[in-house]
């Protein structure tokens, strides 16, 4: 936030791991579940196994290739006018990136350490069988392995479809879509290998940041696969509206992806320090001023009212802060009968040290309170699920109006990265019961929210 301030060849599509990362096991049916019900493993021919044997990635490998094609087959005619889907010709590849073999596209193994990728030329598919998926299995789940597949599977679908747009950027985020197509298949019950819940996607957005590209990159930039933002955005994109949607991704898409323009916001990697400094406030005041200088205005255009702006106020842990009569615990909590945001500045600090001191995270939770009480002057519930979705929607229609802000106007502007540190708070904090508690939903859910008022903030009232 600022002041009013995987890659190989180009014909080889990536996905690098860069970060570590945590999220519970996934709990569907299918085979890889707590579940009685299993399902037999797919018989896929894997080439470059030591002795022709599979390790338990490759035959997870395998089944996801087969639930994939499974949905390909299947939705290929209908997206392409009737034309038949045909596979990868040139064989799938499970790698050891440490052995010397022959492995089509790349000089050496060496260079998939990390990776999986699709190769149009010589119509393969292939992937780090020691490092990438071991560790994206031990550190999510199975299903991110078949997200990361599904995902090069939305190449495959390009270079047999000829659909295929000419930027980088456009051709991994359409990548994306089909892949959110597909995982849509699992929660229906169409995969048999891979069937999961709704609260399961969490898994996937998860996993999703991490294939983000190197803050302060830029949607320009000619090898630019996107932010976790605009990332995520087309997967869910390809999960809410399927595949025919995503074959419809043109160059002229839009990306929030953006470098960094100020020496001063590289040089702290985007992020205010949260307490005030002596010549800088710091991202809590910044932000709540921010906020107060900004909602009047929205508040009007959505709802054609004067909003009555709510106090912040700062307390600590044992403070004897009140709200209607019982006691604030919460890291950040909108009273309404009183008419103030209450919020705990060491729960704040938590959470940014938590995200790699970042400003926007905590801000977001500041800013999805802040909409509770926009809700309740627009006589709009903050109860349950819809009214915390309804807060969340209101605060991603305030963010997109800092996000268009120009280096001229006044207030705070977005630094790269800032996006991405909202979905990390929505995926991972505001659902906690010491901020707004889940109600029902899921981090999915909620970033599908924030997405929405990102996009029209109108649709959220």
């Keep these: 936030m600022g002041r009013s301030g995987m890659r190989l060849a180009v014909w080889i599509s990536v996905l690098a791991i860069g970060a570590g990362g945590c999220a519970q096991g996934l709990q569907g049916n299918g085979q890889y579940s707590g579940n009685v019900r299993t399902v037999a493993d797919a018989d896929i021919e894997i080439k470059g196994l030591p002795d022709g044997k599979k390790t338990d990635v490759d035959v997870i490998a395998g089944n996801a290739i087969a639930d ?12 392409f006018n009737g034309r038949r889907y045909e596979g990868p010709k040139g064989g799938l590849y499970s790698v050891d990136p440490s052995v010397n073999q022959d492995v089509p596209c790349v000089s050496s193994p060496s260079q998939i350490r990390g990776n999986a990728f699709y190769c149009p030329p010589k119509d393969v598919v292939a992937w780090d069988r020691v490092d990438l998926f071991p560790s994206l299995k031990e550190k999510f789940s199975p299903f991110l392995i078949a997200m990361v597949l599904a995902h090069e599977w939305g190449h495959v679908i390009q270079a047999k479809s000829g659909v295929e747009p000419a930027r980088t950027i456009v051709r991994e985020t359409q990548a994306d879509c089909y892949a959110g197509g597909w995982t849509r298949s699992t929660l229906e019950g169409q995969a048999p290998h891979f069937q999961i819940e709704r609260a399961e996607l969490d898994n996937a957005l998860a996993g999703y940041l991490l294939f983000r590209d190197p803050i302060g990159a830029a949607a320009s930039d000619q090898d630019a696969h996107g932010n976790g933002f605009d990332r995520i955005s ?36 985007g992020n205010l320090p949260l307490d005030d400094q002596p010549n800088e406030p710091g991202a809590i005041t910044a932000g709540f001023t921010d906020l107060n200088s900004t909602w009047p205005g929205l508040f009007k255009d959505l709802f054609g009212k004067d909003l009555s702006k709510p106090r912040a106020e700062q307390y600590a842990e044992g403070d004897n802060v009140t709200c209607g009569g019982s006691p604030v615990r919460q890291g950040v909590l909108y009273c309404a009968s009183n008419n103030t945001i209450f919020y705990d500045t060491e729960a704040l600090r938590n959470v940014s040290t938590k ?64 996006l991405d540190e909202a979905i990390q708070s929505l995926l991972f904090y505001a659902g906690l019961d010491n901020f707004f508690g889940a109600r029902g939903t899921s981090g999915f859910d909620r970033v599908q929210a924030y997405r929405q008022g990102f996009n029209d903030a109108k649709s959220c009232t």
């Design 68 to 79: 994939i094609q499974r949905y390909w087959t299947e939705q290929f005619p209908k997206v």
């Design 234 to 269: 087309a997967f869910q994109e390809g999960f809410e509206q399927g595949p025919v949607h995503c074959a419809k991704f043109t160059d002229d898409r839009n990306f929030t992806e953006i470098r960094f323009t100020d020496p001063t916001d590289l040089g702290r990697g």
């Design 355 to 418: 995200t790699k001191d970042s400003d926007y995270a905590p801000m977001t939770l500041a800013g999805i309170a802040y909409a509770q009480a926009v809700e309740t002057q627009a006589s709009r519930s903050t109860a349950g699920k819809g009214g915390l979705l309804r807060a969340i929607c209101l605060d991603g229609g305030y963010t997109a109006v800092v996000t268009r802000r120009s280096p001229q106007d006044r207030g705070l502007r977005l630094s790269p990265g800032d």
